[in-house]
T-cell receptor, first 112, second 113 residues
Framework: GENVEQHPSTLSVQEGDSAVIKCTYSDSASNYFPWYKQELGKRPQLIIDIRSNVGEKKDQRIAVTLNKTAKHFSLHITETQPEDSAVYFCAASWRGTGKLIFGQGTTLQVKP | NAGVTQTPKFRVLKTGQSMTLLCAQDMNHEYMYWYRQDPGMGLRLIHYSVGEGTTAKGEVPDGYNVSRLKKQNFLLGLESAAPSQTSVYFC????????????FGPGTRLTVL
């Protein structure tokens, strides 16, 4: 069945460093890949997404890359700040199903 | 425009009790979803609906039922609650299937004793 694997499960970086979170998916028909940020006790919020016809997308300090051949995509956060500390989820949407399958989440801690 | 709302915010049940969680959206979205979130397991899809009067099973549907009698509301029911259903439940909605953003509600924290 559909599956999304996310690594690492926890990530600790110093303020100003970069952070990278990686996800792999199982269905080659997937065509939409969003990333959500969830702060403690809050709802998931979309921070960036990428579609299957694009290889990379940037929005200020965050970027997402997609490798369809290898079936993996990554979130890159540069110049990390303490407010970036949160749980990040990747997801993949399966064409024609209306479903998002989520990864297990990565807890990012940015140390001041 | 309230977006996606959920009631209640918190609930404690005893094993065997029943309850209904309500999700409402005012964005005229066709698609609505119920997820549960457990530590270390991300968000898992319980049931979803692609329009008024329709429902479909997700990854973990057992022990839950849903109804979509009105386009703006999606109800999640637990007929006989079990401790394994202790979780945080999120509702979400989206307008365009498959490639559109899912907007999440604030969540309901359910504890089953």
């Amino acid at each position: 069945g559909e599956n999304v694997e996310q690594h690492p499960s926890t990530l600790s970086v110093q303020e100003g460093d970069s952070a990278v979170i990686k996800c792999t998916y199982s269905d080659s028909a997937s065509n939409y890949f969003p990333w959500y940020k969830q702060e403690l006790g809050k709802r998931p919020q979309l921070i960036i997404d990428i579609r299957s016809n694009v290889g990379e997308k940037k929005d200020q300090r965050i970027a997402v890359t997609l490798n369809k051949t290898a079936k993996h995509f990554s979130l890159h956060i540069t110049e990390t700040q303490p407010e970036d500390s949160a749980v990040y989820f990747c997801a993949a949407s399966w064409r024609g199903t209306g479903k998002l399958i989520f990864g297990q989440g990565t807890t990012l801690q940015v140390k001041p | 425009n309230a977006g996606v709302t959920q009631t209640p915010k918190f609930r404690v049940l005893k094993t065997g009790q029943s309850m209904t969680l309500l999700c409402a959206q005012d964005m005229n979205h066709e698609y609505m979803y119920w997820y549960r979130q457990d530590p270390g397991m991300g968000l898992r899809l319980i049931h979803y609906s692609v329009g008024e009067g329709t429902t479909a099973k997700g990854e973990v549907p057992d022990g839950y039922n849903v109804s979509r009698l009105k386009k703006q509301n999606f109800l999640l029911g637990l007929e006989s609650a079990a401790p394994s259903q202790t979780s945080v439940y999120f509702c979400a909605s989206s307008y365009i299937q498959d490639t559109d953003t899912q907007y999440f509600g604030p969540g309901t924290r359910l504890t089953v004793l």
